[in-house]
C-alpha cells in the first residue's frame, strides 16, 4: 500500500522559499575545488553544510583526508559524514553527494553572476552548482526539515557522505569509503547518489548503468629535439607522420573500433535488454539538439541509446607535443603523445582490454616500419558498472517517481562514469541506486549551470518519498 | 689578378678588439621584435646602427614604416638604409641584414646571461643576435672601418638595407623593397644577404637556393561544440577520427609525398647538378648529431642533401582545437584543424600545388564518407628561389672565400626559406647570393646563440674581399 504521503509533500511546498533560501546560501560559497585560492571557501562550505546538518539534529563529523597529492601544501577539503536517525527497526539509506564545484566566472559569458542564484520568470533556477550538486545535497536536508515540520516520523536512517573534491578526481576518497564501509558504513542497507541528469527535461529516470573508461597514451618519438621542417624535412622520419598512422587505425567514421578482439568481449544483448529501449522517452532531436548538428551516427534512437549505454566506443583527443596553438608554426615535433579512450561495457574486463590495445597499436606501429620510438600506456581505467534495477532500492524509487511525477521512470544507463558508484558498490555489497534530480538542459560543467524550481522542489518530495517506499518494500535481495 | 689585400686583412686583425667591442655594444640592447615591451630596445638598436654608420661616413636614413598590422599601439622599427661611396664609376652592392634577434631569457637555460657577450676559451662568443644576425650585419660595418684605418678605397658602393622585424615576419619589408627598388636601390648592380650558415663548421659556403613553403590547413568540423566522450561516444561521428584520416593520407614515413600530381612538378636532376652533391662537406654524422638520432630517412649524403634541398617534403605539425596538454581530458572536439606545409622546390608553382592539395585532401574526405564538414586552404605560400651560381656575384664570392679561407666553398642550397631573398630578386630583376658568416653550430635560434670569434673576424675579411673581387670581375651578366 502506497504510504501517505500528502502531508510532507505540503509541508515541502510550504518551506520551498525557505529551501531555496538554503540553496542561495550554498551557491554564493564559491566551492571550486580545482583552483587552489578557493580551497578556504571548499572548506566553508563543508562546514555550512555541517552547521546545517547538526541544526536538523544529525550528528556530524567533518573527516580530514590529509594533504593534496602533488600539492603538499594544500589540505584536501573534510568528507561530511553525518548520521540522522539510528533505529535498529528501520532500514538504513547511505546518500551520496558533493559540495565542490566546477570552475566558474562572469567573463566565461554567464548571463547571470555565477555565485548568485538568480531565478528567472520561467523559475529556473541559474547559478554554479545549483544542479551539481548542491541542489540534490540540499534536496536530502531539505527532506529532514520537511519531515521535522509536519511532524512526520523519518521513514528510515540516513547514512550521508558528501565530498569536496568530487570536480577534481575524488581525490582521497576511495580509501575513505573503503576503509569506512565497515564502521560509519556499515548499516547501510542500500546506497542512493543523486548526481546525474534525466535524459531529457520532461520525463524522469532511474539510472542503473556506467560504461568504464580506460584512458590511453600513445608516445612517439625520434630527434633529440624539435625540429624545423625547411632544415629537416625530407630527412628524418617523423614522430608526428608514424603516430597519425597508428591513430588513424583505431576506429572507423562510424565508432566502429578496429581493434581486433574488442568486440567479443561484449555482453551480447538479450531480448530482454533490447525490449527496455523502445519507451525511454528520447528522439534523434534530442540527439540533434545536444550535439549542435545532425552528425549523428545512427538514424534511429534504440541503435543511438544502445551506441551511448551498452556498446563501447573510442574517441581519439588530441596529440600532446605537436603543434596546437591559432596560426602556422613549421616545427617537426621530436616527441608527439596520441591520447585516445575507450568506453567500456560489460564484460570488458579493463586488463583485457589494455591488452588487446596494446597488441594492436605495436602490431600497427611495427607494420610501418620506422625507425622512431613507440611506448603505449594505459594512462588510468575505471570499470563500468551496471546494477540490478529489479532491487528493492529500483522498486522503491520507482514507485516514489509514480508518485510524485504520476509516470514511471526511464530505466537509463549513462555513457560516462560516475566512479565513486562503483566504489560504495564494491566497498559496501550493497546495491547502487542513481536518482537524479535535474534534467538535461542543465549545463552542469558549463556556463548558465541551472536547477529548474520544479525540479528542485519536486525532488525534495521524490527524495522523501523514495525513503517512504523503501521503508515498504520487501527484502527481497 | 687578385687584388691586394693583405694590408685590409692585417687592419682587421688589428682592430678585432674594437669589433668585438662593437658587436658587445650590439648584443647588449635586446632587440627581441616579437615582444611588444621591448620595441623601444629594436627601435634603439636601429638608432645604433644609424649613429655608428653616420660615424663612419655612410649617409644613413631611418625610414618609418608605419603601426604593427594587429597591434596599431606598436609602432614598426625603422629600416636603417645607408649609402656608403656614390661613385658611378664603381659597382654598388646592395646588403641586407636584420638588426632585430629572437626572445632569449637566462630562464630558458641558457649558460651566460643572453645579452651580455661572452668569450670564452675557444673563442666562442656567447650572446643572442651574435650569429642572427648582429655579427653579419657589423661586419659591414667593420670592413668599411677596415678599409678607412688601412687607407684602402672602398671598392664599390655600398647600399645597404637592415630591418628590425625579421624574426617577426619582416611585417612591411616587402613593400618598402618595392617601394624603393628604382629609388634607393636603383644602382645596385648585385644583392648579398649574410644571414644564413655553414653547413658545417669547417667548410664555408655559399648559397644560391631556398626550399619555398606552402602551408595548409585542414579544418573538420561536425557538432556545434565540444562533446564529452562518455555522453556523445558512440553516437556522433568525430571531426578528429576524420582529420586524422584524412592527414594520413599525406605522406609515408620516408617523407615520401602521397598527393598525385606533386612529383611531376619537380624539376628532373640533371648530371650537372648530380655532380656537384659529390663534394660537398657532409657526412651522415654531421645529419645525426643534428637530428639528436639515427632516425635519417636515407643511408648515404647525397639523397639526404637532395632531400633537403632539391626534393619537396611534406610535414605533419599539429592540430588545433584538440586536446594537447599533458594528461587526460576526455573531450570530443568539435572542430580541429590540422597543419601541414610542403616545402616547394623548382618547379612548383604556389597555385598548382595548392590546386593538387585541394583535391586529394577533399577527396580524401569524401572518400570516408562522413557527414562532418571540411574546409582546406592554405595559410600562406612562399615561393622557392634558386640563383644562377655562375653569376660574377657568386664568381666573386668563390674567389674570396678561397682568398680567405684556403678551400674552395661547398655551393649549398637550403631547405628552408628567406623570404627577403626571393623579394630582392624580383623587385631588383640582380642576381642575389647568400654569403654566410657563421656556422652550424651556432644555435640561432637556441639557448646559447654564439658566433665564433674565427668566422667574424675572418667574415669581416670575407665581406671586404668579396666587395674587391666584385669589383674586378669581367661583367657577364
Ligand atoms: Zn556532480
Ligand atoms: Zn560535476
Ligand atoms: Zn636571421
Ligand atoms: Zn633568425
Known amino acids: 500500500m502506497a504510504p501517505q504521503l500528502d502531508s510532507y509533500f505540503k509541508t515541502v511546498d510550504d518551506l520551498s522559499d525557505a529551501f531555496i533560501e538554503r540553496l542561495r546560501k550554498a551557491v554564493a560559497i564559491p566551492s571550486i575545488s580545482a583552483e587552489d585560492d578557493r580551497r578556504p571557501d571548499v572548506i566553508r562550505m563543508g562546514k555550512f553544510l555541517a552547521s546545517e546538518l547538526t541544526a536538523l539534529g544529525a550528528e556530524v563529523e567533518l573527516r580530514e583526508l590529509g594533504k593534496q597529492p602533488h600539492k603538499e601544501h594544500l589540505d584536501l577539503p573534510p568528507v561530511v559524514v553525518a548520521r540522522y536517525g539510528n533505529d535498529s527497526k528501520k532500514r538504513t539509506i547511505l546518500v551520496y553527494g558533493h559540495y565542490d564545484v566546477q570552475p566558474a566566472g562572469i567573463e566565461d559569458g554567464w548571463a547571470t553572476e555565477p555565485f548568485t542564484l538568480t531565478v528567472d520568470d520561467k523559475g529556473r533556477m541559474y547559478g554554479r552548482g545549483s544542479t551539481?550538486?548542491?541542489?540534490?545535497?540540499l534536496g536530502w536536508l531539505n527532506s529532514i526539515e520537511a519531515h521535522k515540520k509536519a511532524g512526520i516520523d523519518y521513514p528510515v536512517n540516513l547514512l550521508m557522505c558528501f565530498e569536496g573534491m568530487e570536480e577534481y578526481g575524488s581525490e582521497g576518497l576511495d580509501d575513505f569509503i573503503k576503509e569506512e564501509a565497515k564502521k560509519y558504513f556499515k548499516d547501510a542497507d542500500a546506497v542512493c547518489i543523486s548526481d546525474n541528469y534525466w535524459l531529457g527535461t520532461e520525463k524522469p529516470c532511474l539510472t542503473y548503468g556506467l560504461r568504464g573508461c580506460n584512458y590511453y597514451s600513445i608516445e612517439i618519438s625520434g630527434p633529440g629535439q624539435d625540429l624545423h621542417s625547411g632544415v629537416f624535412g625530407g630527412t628524418a622520419q617523423e614522430p608526428m607522420t608514424d603516430l597519425v598512422n597508428v591513430m588513424n587505425t583505431l576506429v572507423n567514421k562510424d565508432g566502429k573500433i578496429q581493434i581486433k578482439g574488442i568486440d567479443e568481449l561484449v555482453a551480447?544483448?538479450?531480448d530482454d535488454e533490447k525490449a527496455l529501449y523502445g519507451d525511454i522517452a528520447f528522439t534523434m532531436d534530442n540527439l540533434y539538439e545536444?550535439?549542435?548538428?545532425?552528425?549523428?551516427?545512427?538514424?534511429?534512437k534504440e541503435r543511438t541509446l544502445m551506441g551511448r549505454w551498452r556498446y563501447p566506443s573510442l574517441s581519439l583527443h588530441?596529440?600532446?607535443g605537436a603543434y596546437s596553438a591559432p596560426g602556422a608554426k613549421t616545427v617537426i615535433p621530436a616527441k608527439v603523445i596520441g591520447k585516445f579512450s575507450i568506453r567500456t561495457v560489460p564484460d570488458m574486463e579493463i586488463d583485457a582490454v589494455n591488452e588487446l590495445v596494446y597488441k594492436h597499436v605495436k602490431d600497427a606501429f611495427a607494420a610501418i616500419g620506422s625507425k622512431n620510438k613507440l611506448n603505449v600506456f594505459c594512462q588510468h581505467a575505471g570499470k563500468w558498472w551496471v546494477a540490478s534495477p529489479k532491487h528493492w532500492n529500483f522498486t522503491a524509487a520507482g514507485k516514489a517517481v509514480e508518485h510524485v511525477w504520476?509516470?514511471?521512470p526511464d530505466l537509463t544507463r549513462e555513457g560516462g562514469s560516475i566512479p565513486?558508484?562503483?566504489?560504495?558498490?564494491?566497498?559496501?555489497g550493497k546495491n547502487v541506486l542513481l536518482l537524479p534530480m535535474g534534467s538535461s538542459t542543465d549545463a552542469a560543467h558549463s556556463i548558465n549551470e541551472k536547477l529548474d524550481k520544479k525540479n528542485y522542489i519536486e525532488g525534495i518530495k521524490l527524495l522523501g518519498a523514495y525513503l517512504h517506499y523503501v521503508a515498504e518494500e520487501p527484502i527481497t535481495s
Open 132 to 137: 551539481d550538486d548542491k541542489g540534490p545535497v
Open 268 to 270: 551480447p544483448l538479450t
Open 290 to 300: 545536444s550535439l549542435g548538428s545532425t552528425t549523428g551516427i545512427y538514424p534511429d
Open 318 to 320: 588530441g596529440i600532446e
Open 406 to 408: 504520476g509516470v514511471k
Open 420 to 428: 565513486v558508484t562503483l566504489t560504495f558498490e564494491q566497498a559496501t
